[in-house]
């Protein structure tokens, strides 16, 4: 890292970019009169903080919400709930964290003030415009993501036509400036998009991020379509471009190798919430949360000698119905009765069993964590029974239904109820939301 | 010239492969003299960039290169299809060495053959999993009817055997074959939902169908019935890429191409989907050409690696052997552009430049233009590949002896 140093508290005070509890839903509409029958809760209520000059990882599978939270964070979607803040002082944040229950009547008109001056989608005017100067993107395909029938002049030069800077030759110079910074030429001035190689493209995406000289640009998964030599060439000068402008960069990635050598700190989603969040040494050091650690088993380092890859059980699920308690119970290797199980996950189980599923009429929900299953016949419903009583279920799951009866076809399933796990310190700017781990010393 | 023990026998031989594109630019050579050996059971892989003409060479094996504009310039691929062992009917003997397969007696240019034999090598004895399983699969079609194709394909006497329907004689005999070979007509499928015939033709179907669901199981999808209702977009990327596995491996080849088969999955899925291929290639001893351009992946998944630059091998070897010590400078640059925790951040050992146009190349090495190394020979001639070590071998002057060829 270029300052291994750094004081992380110290840096504290400059936050750059605040995103408090934000959630990002989006509907799912059924019918004729497209009526909405749920939500996709893409991302679900996720804070963090990046300050200046800072490299802040974004990791996790692919539907785990980082790329929606990456959009959210640049002001290119309205969260939900929840808000991202442009340039909190310590006080101001300090001030917006403490617990909303108990706030007088001078300390809620002073949150409306935070409001008005910092929340991105409350910024009006003058400070609007400094926001979206100052945070720009930089996407993952940049085929799409450049205009085809423009020429790079046209691409690399439109913000600052925008935002008025330059006109006439003066633009033209400043273009050639930008491109020059990174690693392309005034001989490029004049093509269009399709005539550069991904690299060459991604180089002219990035030129067009830097012309309004931001305090931040989210990178979302940049070098993901890239080869591995070009990647490496667009990570040395994403490096350069932040040690020389001072630039923070939110690095949305799903590739862990990249994200160790470029992030300072590292955030890990999984189905829209943060699981572990902490300076990535100490991540990549001592993982607390088991789906960081899985994330990093399947994706050993080239350098890790010949450890095997060990692969993660199960698929993601459905985040319109996301699991109670800890929302990667149902992978997890280490899951305990505590960490969540419901009726839901009887029911997913019941999907990979043949006859069985479809022997299933009807599940009457008490809450997620009491139901009723009614079978077709009896003899499914004992099925069920005895394998919820046998090894063919995880034992963590088994232990976590404390009612089970079996009445003819009907089985009456009631686990213990668990609330969400929150994320608890584990050291320095180090925190994670597993139960396991949180109460070792 | 390649480093090939005498008692490990190949499957496949390549020569001097060339397939060239006709552009407007000139004549492409996309892949310009490759030459390698795929072993018997064991997992090759070829590693390169975009454009250096991987998928290309994985292609010719299989003929899937449109001509025009491609063009099969020279070389040959011999292949050597193999059968089940006489001895132990594919349980594994001394006298197949365990395999169950022996190789037969003839060879076959797989370059030179009649497209009618092409057909029926291709998903039968030497298969092809494709990089993106949501491009690949039919989207208009049940993934159970898509994996059923290739029985009727190329095991139509097997499926007409287990619905005890060999023997079935008359005007629905010849219907239910043509069914089986999935040569039937209109008036067939009208024929054979005629009450007599119905019976017939639902034991041919689930007959089809017990074979759709083995395959299905083989690749650990759990429900596999279910699964066979489903459309390709209703599954998740890793379960599509087992539905093309299941394909892929349903008639037992003896040789796989597996063409960057976890690219477009997660990770996670990722490291499932290969632990299935490696698994599944162990039990049965298939020999797999294994083509991806992530050289970490490659480094845990194959026995042996060859490195392609712009349409040419440059560095061929044992995995252990070629990570421990490579030779050629661009698989050196390679090695050292992927980012590890001990890079210093900003300071990427990047490979300057881009890769060369492949139009009318010169006679030097390709990558000369790239190297940091480079001599006087390296742009006036052209390096073949020569031997360092019994397992390893490399094209570049650098390491060339005296008295070497080329």
Not at chain 1, 293 to 311: I, S
Request: net charge neutral; with cysteine; charged share 25%.
């Amino acid at each position: 890292m270029t300052q291994p140093s750094r004081d992380i508290r110290a840096a504290a005070e400059d936050l750059l970019l605040s995103v408090r509890d934000v959630t990002k839903h989006f509907p799912i509409k059924e019918g004729a009169l497209q009526r909405v029958v749920g939500q996709v809760r893409a991302v679900d209520g996720v804070s963090f903080d990046i300050r200046r000059g800072e490299t802040l990882g974004l990791v996790g599978e692919s539907g785990c919400g980082k790329s929606t939270l990456g959009r959210v964070v640049a002001g290119l979607s309205n969260a939900t709930s929840g808000a991202v803040y442009y340039e909190l002082s310590a006080a101001d944040a300090a001030r917006l964290d403490a617990p909303a229950a108990d706030r007088t009547a001078t300390q809620s008109a002073e949150i409306a003030r935070i409001e008005a001056a910092h929340r991105i989608d409350h910024l009006r005017g003058e400070s609007a415009i400094r926001f979206r100067r100052n945070c720009q993107m930089v996407f993952q395909d940049s085929f799409a993501s450049l205009n085809p029938r423009h020429l790079v002049i046209d691409i690399v030069g439109r913000p600052l036509r925008v935002y008025r800077e330059a006109s006439g030759s003066d633009l033209t110079e400043r273009v050639v400036a930008l491109l020059e910074q990174v690693g392309l030429g005034r001989q490029h001035l004049y093509r269009y998009p399709h005539q550069f190689s991904g690299g060459q493209r991604q180089r002219v995406s990035i030129a067009r991020a830097l012309a309004l000289d931001p305090a931040l640009i989210v990178l979302d998964e940049p070098t993901s379509a890239l080869d591995v030599s070009v990647q490496a060439q667009i990570l040395n000068l994403l490096s350069d471009l932040q040690r020389d402008r001072n630039l923070a960069y939110l690095f949305v990635t799903h590739d862990l190798s990249v994200v160790r050598h470029m992030a300072d700190r590292l955030v890990t989603m999984y189905l829209g919430r943060v699981v572990e969040a902490g300076p990535t040494r100490d991540i990549f050091d001592r993982a607390e949360h088991p789906y960081t650690r899985a994330l990093m088993a399947a994706k050993p380092d080239l350098a890790d000698g010949a450890a095997g890859m060990r692969a993660l059980e199960g698929v993601v699920p459905d985040p319109a119905r996301p699991p109670q308690g800890c929302r990667f119970h149902t992978r997890c290797e280490v899951a305990t009765p505590a960490c969540g199980w419901e009726v839901d996950d009887v029911v997913r189980w019941l999907e990979h069993r043949d006859g069985l599923f479809d022997a299933l009429t009807g599940v009457a929900r008490d809450s997620a964590f009491a139901a009723r299953l009614t079978f077709a016949d009896a003899a499914a419903a004992r099925r069920l029974d005895a394998a919820l009583r046998s090894d063919a279920v995880p034992a963590a799951m088994r232990a976590a239904i404390y009612r089970q009866e079996l009445r003819g076809p009907t089985l009456d399933l009631a686990f213990g109820r668990v609330p969400e796990v929150t994320l608890t310190p584990r050291g320095p700017d180090h925190a994670a939301a597993c139960l396991l781990t949180a109460q070792e010393p | 010239m390649l480093d090939t023990s005498p008692q490990a026998a190949a499957i496949a031989e390549v020569r001097d492969l060339r397939v060239h594109f006709d552009t407007k630019r000139g004549r492409l050579h996309s892949v310009d003299g490759v030459s390698f050996d795929i072993r018997d059971g064991e997992t090759l892989g070829l590693v390169g960039e975009t454009g250096c003409g991987k998928s290309v060479t994985g292609r010719a094996f299989l003929r899937l290169i449109q001509t025009p504009p491609g063009i099969i310039a020279g070389g040959s691929i011999a292949y050597r299809p193999q059968e089940i062992c006489p001895t132990c009917t594919g349980a594994g003997c001394g006298a197949c060495g365990q395999s169950g397969r022996r190789p037969e007696e003839r060879t076959i240019d797989l370059l030179r053959i009649p497209d009618e034999e092409m057909r029926r090598l291709r998903g039968d004895r030497i298969a092809m999993i494709f990089q993106d399983p949501g491009k690949a699969l039919n989207p208009t079609l049940p993934i159970g009817a898509q994996v059923a194709e290739v029985f009727l394909q190329h095991r139509s006497a097997e499926v007409l055997a287990k619905a005890q329907l060999s023997g079935a004689v008359g005007w629905a005999g010849g219907a239910l074959r043509r069914m089986a070979t999935q040569t039937d007509t209109r008036t067939d499928r009208i024929a054979l939902a005629f009450p007599g015939a119905r019976a017939r033709r639902s034991a041919l179907q689930s007959a089809l169908d017990d074979m759709v669901a083995a395959a299905l199981a083989e690749t650990q999808i759990a429900n596999p019935r279910a699964v066979m209702r489903r459309y390709p977009h209703e599954l998740s990327g890793g379960m599509r890429q087992r539905v093309m596995i299941a394909q892929a491996l349903a008639c037992n080849p003896d040789l796989l191409i597996a063409d960057e088969p976890t690219t477009a999955l997660d990770v996670t899925v990722q490291a499932r989907i290969l632990e299935l291929i490696r698994a599944l290639q162990q039990r049965r001893r298939t020999s797999v050409l294994y083509i991806s351009h992530d050289l970490s992946l490659v480094r845990r998944v194959c026995d042996r690696v060859a490195v392609m630059y712009a349409g040419r091998i440059v560095e061929i070897g044992e995995a252990e052997a070629l990570f421990r010590d490579p030779r050629h400078p661009y698989t050196r640059g390679l090695l050292a552009a992927v980012p590890t925790a001990a890079a210093e951040r900003g300071a990427l050992a990047a490979i300057p430049g881009t890769v060369p146009e492949l139009v009318n190349p010169p006679a030097a090495c390709r990558f000369a233009g790239r190297c940091s190394a480079r001599i006087g020979t390296c742009t006036t001639a052209d390096p073949a590949l020569q031997e360092i070590s019994p397992v390893h071998s490399v094209a570049c002057f650098l390491h060339q002896t005296e008295g070497a060829p080329g």
